[in-house]
């Protein structure tokens, strides 16, 4: 009797166990398997009523066991097993319920023990049954989610940024093969300039103290700073026949003012004497310009962003700090860290510059260039230091016949034809002062400082600036911008 009671209860703990792992085994699969299970529900059913079948033959063979030694509780055992047999029947009729619920029939002893471990295991095969049933409403499609924002954004080429990372300021390179074709390009752009000249009123006259004029070669230049106009002063003093040593002492006599050094041979004439001379059969007037953007960038890099001193003891001698930068730091500063953070302007970030500095040195008390782009929007042009006044403006393009416009960024080539024309291939040769690139395209410069700005930003730089966009042929093309690009 003993072995019968121990045996039944480790059958009766097999079976739980197994239906356990049945239960458990399925349950983890993936959608792919439970939908495949849903195809043999009906086996699975069937399979789980033998079991119950099975476990409740075993309880009434096990009652009969138990009658024989305890007549008094056979009567109530036998009850137990159909009151069990009824309620597992209802559990696999229903369809709609959620959950199939068994709740055990409370005994005291050995039957109530065998009892709970029936229960237990028909409780987890119901909740398998009822899993299958669930999962048999859902259906797996082959169709892909179509997602109506995503089709719409697809189709929507203004959404795709194509662009390059860097501006593109000159849309092809310019070849000149002979003195034929450096005339043919010196006159389109002298007519690109009187296009959008013509029309014009109340146009300001030549200041006749900015023109370096030449009168041996019928020469009258308008420096425009930031454009080769430091090499020009030198090439003047070449032209004019000066012998080598007479350079040298010029230089000596004016140190580091090329202006000045320019002004021995070329002094200020009157705006009559100008006006005469741009009428002879041999007149040259000149220009060197340079992309708007790249020559007002590298304005601020040289005269804003850095010092040439030894250190920061030189600051205050600084012109222009003392004239404009330290005037532009109490001005924007405070704007400028709620924008980049206070760290912006640490010396592990470079004092606020993109790039480090090659040469001279930098502090957090020089401006940075989105304060200096800020400076230039909030001031009238008029007001402008030389080196970031519009050319057109400076030079007054509108009320002086320039016949020889060079471009900065062909300056070696067309520089040399020039020379020709005036017979002086000897005289005038390339030179890089104040050159301030470390070496890098002028591009990637150009797309790290301007990346720090907002359209609102560039666009209103173009609208100062657009002039000279316009009467010297310059292009501009940067995420979405395309200033006097053609569609």
């Known amino acids: 009797m003993i072995g019968n009671k121990y045996g039944k209860v480790i059958i009766l703990a097999l079976i739980n166990i197994l239906a356990v792992c049945f239960v458990y085994n399925n349950v983890a699969t993936d959608n792919s398997n439970i939908v495949h299970g849903q195809v043999e529900e009906g086996e699975v059913v069937k399979d789980t009523a033998e079991v119950v079948k099975h476990v409740d033959q075993t309880n009434i063979s096990d009652g009969k066991s138990d009658r024989m030694a305890e007549h008094r509780q056979s009567s109530e055992l036998d009850n137990n097993s159909e009151d069990t047999r009824d309620t597992v029947k209802q559990a696999s009729d229903t369809n709609s319920e959620s959950q199939v619920s068994i709740s055990p029939v409370n005994k005291d002893g050995q039957d109530n023990f065998k009892h709970d471990a029936v229960m237990s295991m028909k409780n987890l095969l119901s909740i398998q049954i009822h899993a299958l049933r669930v999962n048999r409403t859902t259906t797996v499609s082959s169709e892909p989610v179509q997602d109506e924002e995503l089709d719409r954004r697809l189709l929507d080429s203004s959404e795709i940024d194509l662009s390059p990372p860097n501006p593109i300021i000159i849309s092809s390179p310019i070849s000149i093969g002979d003195q034929d074709s450096f005339h043919k390009l010196m006159d389109e752009r002298s007519e690109l300039l009187h296009k959008h000249c013509s029309g014009r009123e109340n146009m300001a006259g030549v200041t006749s103290n900015w023109m370096y004029a030449l009168e041996s070669k019928s020469l009258v230049w308008c420096p425009v700073y930031k454009a080769a106009s430091t090499n020009w002063m030198h090439n003047l003093l070449h032209l004019a026949g000066k012998k080598e040593e007479d350079i040298q002492k010029i230089i000596s006599d004016h140190p580091r003012q090329p202006n000045d050094q320019a002004r021995v041979v070329a002094p200020i004439l009157s705006s009559s004497k100008l006006r005469k001379l741009s009428t002879s059969a041999q007149f040259k007037g000149m220009l060197v310009v340079r992309h708007p953007f790249d020559r007002l960038l590298s304005a601020f890099r040289d005269k804003l962003e850095r010092c040439h001193g030894l250190d920061n003891t030189t600051l205050q001698t600084e012109w222009y700090y003392k004239t404009y930068g330290k005037k532009i730091v109490n001005k924007f500063r405070k704007s400028a860290e709620q924008r980049f953070g206070p760290d912006y302007f640490s010396e ?7 790039l480090p500095i090659a040469s001279g040195w930098r502090s957090s008390l020089l401006p940075s260039w989105w304060e200096f782009v800020q400076y230039i929007l909030h001031t009238s042009p008029s007001r402008y230091d030389e080196h970031w006044k519009p050319a057109s403006i400076y030079c007054a393009v509108c009320s002086f016949p320039f016949n020889h416009i060079l471009h900065f960024e062909n300056i070696q080539q067309e520089e040399k034809f020039f020379a020709e024309e005036m017979s002086s291939s000897d005289l005038i040769h390339p030179r890089w002062e104040n050159r301030n ?51």
């Open 437 to 487: 690139d470390e070496g890098l395209a002028k591009e990637d410069i150009l797309g790290k400082y301007f990346n720090l700005l907002d359209d609102q930003d560039i666009n209103a730089l173009y609208k100062i600036y657009k002039d000279d966009f316009l009467m010297f042929g310059y292009q501009f093309e940067y995420k979405h911008f395309r200033f006097n690009v053609e569609s």
């Open 348 to 354: 592990e970030n470079n004092f606020g510059s993109p």
